[in-house]
Nanobody
Framework: QVQLVDSGGDSVEAGGSLRLSCAASGDPSRNLCMAWFRQGPGKEREWVARIHRLTGKVNYADSVKGRFTISLSQDKNTMFLQMNSLKPEDSSMYYC???????????????WGQGTQVTISA
């Protein structure tokens, strides 16, 4: 059983930065991948970035590549998403997730955080 709590969302102006956090508790050791997804009003949930907890390999969606950075704490139980050069189209509810595989499909993730709201004004 794994519990995820995500935080750090806020309202900022375009061009600004935010850092999101996702704290894992319980027994996350068998979940090899942690990821960030986002979902705006009336839109489908989309994959943003993922990181392999053992190897540190990272992958990004084209829409955020070069602007966002995903990372893990030393104990591998906290995931971060550093978001720079934010755009209004980045406004979404952001969710962290954990799963045993490492894919971009949301159906591959068994555990989810409650979501944290990011709003970017022009």
């Amino acid at each position: 059983q794994v519990q995820l709590v995500d935080s750090g969302g806020d309202s900022v102006e375009a061009g600004g930065s935010l850092r999101l956090s996702c704290a894992a508790s319980g027994d996350p050791s068998r979940n090899l991948c942690m990821a960030w997804f986002r979902q705006g009003p009336g839109k489908e949930r989309e994959w943003v970035a993922r990181i392999h907890r053992l190897t540190g390999k990272v992958n990004y969606a084209d829409s955020v590549k070069g602007r966002f950075t995903i990372s893990l704490s030393q104990d591998k139980n906290t995931m971060f998403l550093q978001m720079n050069s934010l755009k209004p189209e980045d406004s979404s509810m952001y969710y962290c997730a954990a799963g045993r595989g490492c894919y971009s499909d949301q159906r591959e993730y068994a555990y989810w955080g409650q979501g944290t709201q990011v709003t970017i004004s022009a």
